[in-house]
């Protein structure tokens, strides 16, 4: 079944199920938001779009947001990790703002399809088991997602020190 686009995390899983079930994916997918100007300094965004076209970027995942996100755990952030993930988190995750951020073809390509639509299909089904505290429920899991895409892509939980 066909789900409604109602978020960049919608946005995102829809095109990475395409890209799993067709096996192709450009050398490296920007994942941007409509607002990514407000969250990313434009002279890098340059400096990466050039660095791929020059063919001399290798980073297997590259956040592109300028300020770091507040790390923060809770019953259901760790239960949403463990739905999405298939595993306990290791570490607090850490991240960058807003869910901007580049992936290479390779690692793109890691997750088969099924993956990113359990994933997908998640966002509209009810908040797992640790989630009851959870003022509203629509839109959690895509709260969560913003700190976890790059574990997603099966980076570790801590990018950077």
């Known amino acids: 079944?066909?789900?409604?686009?109602?978020d960049e995390c919608s946005a995102y899983l829809t095109?990475?199920?395409?890209a799993a079930q067709r096996r192709d994916a450009a050398e490296?997918?920007?994942?941007?938001?409509a607002d990514a100007t407000h969250h990313i300094d434009p002279r890098m965004l340059d400096l990466v779009v050039?660095?791929?076209g020059l063919r001399s970027l290798s980073a297997p995942f590259l956040?592109?947001?300028?300020?770091?996100?507040?790390?923060s755990t809770s019953s259901c952030k760790r239960a949403i990790f463990q739905q999405a993930i298939g595993r306990e988190m290791r570490a607090m995750p850490r991240t960058y703002c807003c869910a901007h951020f580049a992936v290479?073809?390779?690692v793109l390509l890691q997750a088969q399809a099924s993956a990113w639509a359990a994933m997908l299909e998640a966002m509209d089904a009810p908040l797992p088991t640790g989630c009851e505290a959870a003022r509203v429920a629509v839109g959690v899991h895509c709260l969560v997602f913003e700190s976890i895409?790059?574990?997603m892509f099966g980076?570790?939980?801590?990018l950077s020190s």
């Open 1 to 6: 079944s066909m789900l409604m686009m109602r």
């Open 15 to 18: 095109h990475l199920v395409g």
């Open 28 to 33: 490296y997918t920007f994942f941007l938001q």
């Open 50 to 52: 050039r660095a791929v």
């Open 63 to 71: 956040h592109l947001g300028r300020a770091g996100m507040v790390s």
């Open 104 to 106: 290479r073809r390779d």
């Open 149 to 151: 895409w790059h574990v």
């Open 155 to 158: 980076m570790p939980e801590q």
